[in-house]
């Protein structure tokens, strides 16, 4: 059963460990307004909020694609949709100003649209802020309108804040959930005997979840995984779900044994909540994260499940690689680091051992002379997949190119380091010559594939015209004032 709260209202529900919340709600629930489009989430007709209590009782929401959540992920949530925004004839000023707005168009897309201003409203409501347009691009990023009309869903979006808002709406503070109790369904002793979709709240319960069902696939944010679901109709006897693991939602500022610094960034942290971290660190990697997905995808994906899912085309793996992350990995025999060097063993083969899960990816701290470029291309440039990604690492001491760390997405079967390039550019200046030994070692050590995204011939060539960029941006870097400037560079 999954006891949450609908609209404000509690609800329990059985479902199967493979129904999704979309299926949830307009199969069982009846509630239609809810929308599907592509089952991939992508178009963001089937946009809900999800709302989660701070300690205070007050509900802080985010968007989501309810075709691709796990529906038992609602456990102890509230789940708004856009039934729940009306109060009788008193609209939410999200409704109101797309009705002033004309924002509808067709209407199909339109309730998706809704809940992804009325996600925007509440967070504007929370933390007042102007609504600058990269703001505003990011909330309704997720969101396609059919019918093109998003002149008027974007005068809509700007002029929300003209329309009341009742403060006693139900939205703001959290009711009594008395049935909507959180459990550490990983335990076996309180597991029900039926229970197929466990929801382990410690590092222990989950181990032992993993341990009683070894067969069952992991799952976090469900932005890949349930892909399989909803376009491949595979169905699961037992899910294991991690995102209530409290060792895997954290992220700790540490030192390891080697004396480099960083932080320890749980495998279940998502996007969202890592991007203040980034945002101050790591810019580049940062702004990479506004083209992996929309504000539904960023909300829900981790870290943790892009590496384990060890796709060649995923988009952080290149990046972690060439800031030499590591891992941590926690098993039936305890925990080990690994460098995620050694992680990536062949195409969607991992080192991984029988019954471990990855627990935390570290990532050091910059150093003030570094450099990192992250580069991706696709053939649309937002919310689409890579078809060839590259990270770039360096610095330049001296006139000469040091600490060179070249890694690639969709140029092998694996996210992959570039060895013999960076020792083609490792302690020699920026020249010509210098790169095009460099682009020569490259091709030589790399055979991507063709597929929909990309010819290998293309590949080859992108990855080539990226060191050619690469070459370009450290040229202009011809003092460490200006290694520092060109690190903060989009």
Same mark, same amino acid.
Request: hydrophobic content about 40%.
């Given at each position: 059963?999954?006891?949450?709260?609908?609209?404000?209202?509690?609800?329990?529900?059985?479902?199967?460990?493979?129904?999704?919340?979309?299926?949830?709600?307009?199969?069982?629930?009846?509630?239609?307004?809810?929308?599907?489009?592509?089952?991939? /989430?992508?178009?963001?007709? $089937? +946009?809900?909020?999800?709302?989660?209590? *701070?300690? #205070?009782?007050? !509900?802080?929401? @985010?968007? &989501?694609?309810?075709?691709?959540?796990?529906?038992?992920?609602?456990?102890?949530?509230?789940?708004?949709?856009?039934?729940?925004?009306?109060?009788?004839?008193?609209?939410?000023?999200?409704?109101?100003?797309?009705?002033?707005?004309?924002?509808?168009?067709?209407?199909?897309?339109?309730?998706?649209?809704?809940?992804?201003?009325?996600?925007?409203?509440?967070?504007?409501?929370?933390?007042?802020?102007?609504?600058?347009?990269?703001?505003?691009?990011?909330?309704?990023? /997720?969101?396609?309108?059919? $019918? +093109?009309?998003?002149?008027?869903?974007? *005068?809509? #979006?700007?002029? !929300?804040?003209? @329309?009341? &808002?009742?403060?006693?709406?139900?939205?703001?503070?959290?009711?009594?959930?008395?049935?909507?109790?959180?459990?550490?369904?990983?335990?076996?002793?309180?597991?029900?005997?039926?229970?197929?979709?466990?929801?382990?709240?410690?590092?222990?319960?989950?181990?032992?979840?993993?341990?009683?069902?070894?067969?069952?696939?992991?799952?976090?944010?469900?932005?890949?995984?349930?892909?399989?679901?909803?376009?491949?109709?595979?169905?699961?006897?037992?899910?294991?779900?991690?995102?209530?693991?409290?060792?895997?939602?954290?992220?700790?500022?540490?030192?390891?044994?080697?004396?480099?610094?960083?932080?320890?960034?749980?495998?279940?942290?998502?996007?969202?909540?890592?991007?203040?971290?980034?945002?101050?660190?790591?810019?580049?990697?940062?702004?990479?994260?506004?083209?992996?997905?929309?504000?539904?995808?960023?909300?829900?994906?981790?870290?943790?499940?892009?590496?384990?899912?060890?796709?060649?085309?995923?988009?952080?793996?290149?990046?972690?690689?060439?800031?030499?992350?590591?891992?941590?990995?926690?098993?039936?025999?305890?925990?080990?680091?690994?460098?995620?060097?050694?992680?990536?063993?062949?195409?969607?083969?991992?080192?991984?051992?029988?019954?471990?899960?990855?627990?935390?990816?570290?990532?050091?701290?910059?150093?003030?002379?570094?450099?990192?470029?992250?580069?991706?291309?696709?053939?649309?440039?937002?919310?689409?997949?890579?078809?060839?990604?590259?990270?770039?690492?360096?610095?330049?001491?001296?006139?000469?190119?040091?600490?060179?760390?070249?890694?690639?997405?969709?140029?092998?079967?694996?996210?992959?380091?570039?060895?013999?390039?960076?020792?083609?550019?490792?302690?020699?200046?920026?020249?010509?010559?210098?790169?095009?030994?460099?682009?020569?070692?490259?091709?030589?050590?790399?055979?991507?594939?063709?597929?929909?995204?990309?010819?290998?011939?293309?590949?080859?060539?992108?990855?080539?015209?990226?060191?050619?960029?690469?070459?370009?941006?450290?040229?202009?870097?011809?003092?460490?004032?200006?290694?520092?400037?060109?690190?903060?560079?989009?």
């Amino acid at each position: 059963m999954i006891d949450f709260l609908l609209n404000g209202q509690p609800r329990s529900v059985a479902a199967t460990p493979d129904t999704s919340v979309l299926e949830l709600l307009r199969d069982t629930l009846g509630q239609t307004g809810t929308k599907e489009g592509c089952a991939s /989430g992508d178009c963001g007709a $089937c +946009t809900v909020a999800v709302g989660e209590a *701070d300690e #205070a009782g007050k !509900m802080h929401y @985010h968007s &989501a694609n309810a075709c691709i959540m796990p529906a038992h992920q609602l456990q102890g949530r509230h789940l708004v949709t856009v039934e729940g925004l009306a109060d009788g004839d008193s609209l939410h000023p999200a409704q109101a100003a797309m009705v002033a707005c004309h924002g509808s168009q067709c209407g199909f897309c339109t309730p998706g649209i809704v809940m992804s201003l009325f996600t925007l409203h509440e967070a504007q409501s929370e933390t007042p802020a102007p609504l600058t347009p990269e703001r505003l691009e990011a909330a309704l990023g /997720g969101n396609l309108c059919r $019918c +093109t009309g998003y002149r008027p869903i974007r *005068d809509a #979006a700007l002029t !929300m804040g003209e @329309h009341p &808002a009742p403060r006693e709406a139900w939205w703001f503070e959290a009711p009594a959930m008395a049935s909507a109790v959180q459990t550490d369904a990983g335990e076996a002793d309180s597991t029900p005997p039926d229970e197929r979709f466990l929801q382990p709240t410690t590092l222990a319960a989950l181990l032992t979840a993993r341990k009683r069902h070894p067969d069952a696939p992991l799952v976090a944010g469900g932005t890949d995984l349930w892909l399989d679901v909803t376009q491949n109709l595979a169905r699961y006897e037992h899910v294991i779900d991690v995102t209530r693991v409290d060792e895997l939602s954290r992220i700790e500022a540490a030192t390891l044994d080697d004396g480099r610094e960083g932080w320890w960034v749980g495998a279940a942290v998502t996007y969202t909540r890592l991007t203040p971290l980034l945002d101050e660190h790591f810019p580049a990697f940062a702004h990479l994260l506004h083209r992996l997905g929309s504000a539904q995808i960023r909300n829900r994906g981790t870290l943790g499940g892009n590496v384990a899912n060890a796709s060649p085309i995923g988009d952080t793996p290149p990046v972690l690689l060439a800031l030499e992350a590591r891992l941590l990995l926690a098993g039936p025999e305890g925990e080990r680091e690994l460098a995620l060097d050694d992680f990536f063993l062949d195409y969607k083969k991992t080192a991984l051992g029988e019954g471990e899960v990855i627990r935390a990816i570290f990532l050091p701290a910059p150093k003030p002379e570094h450099v990192l470029k992250v580069w991706k291309i696709s053939k649309r440039r937002e919310d689409d997949i890579s078809a060839l990604l590259g990270a770039f690492h360096w610095r330049l001491e001296g006139g000469v190119l040091r600490e060179v760390r070249l890694a690639f997405g969709g140029m092998a079967a694996i996210p992959k380091r570039a060895y013999i390039a960076e020792s083609a550019l490792e302690g020699q200046p920026p020249t010509e010559a210098t790169f095009t030994a460099a682009r020569s070692a490259l091709l030589e050590a790399f055979t991507p594939m063709s597929d929909v995204r990309g010819s290998a011939d293309y590949r080859r060539l992108a990855a080539a015209n990226l060191l050619e960029r690469l070459r370009r941006v450290v040229v202009d870097c011809d003092s460490a004032e200006e290694v520092m400037l060109n690190a903060y560079a989009h």
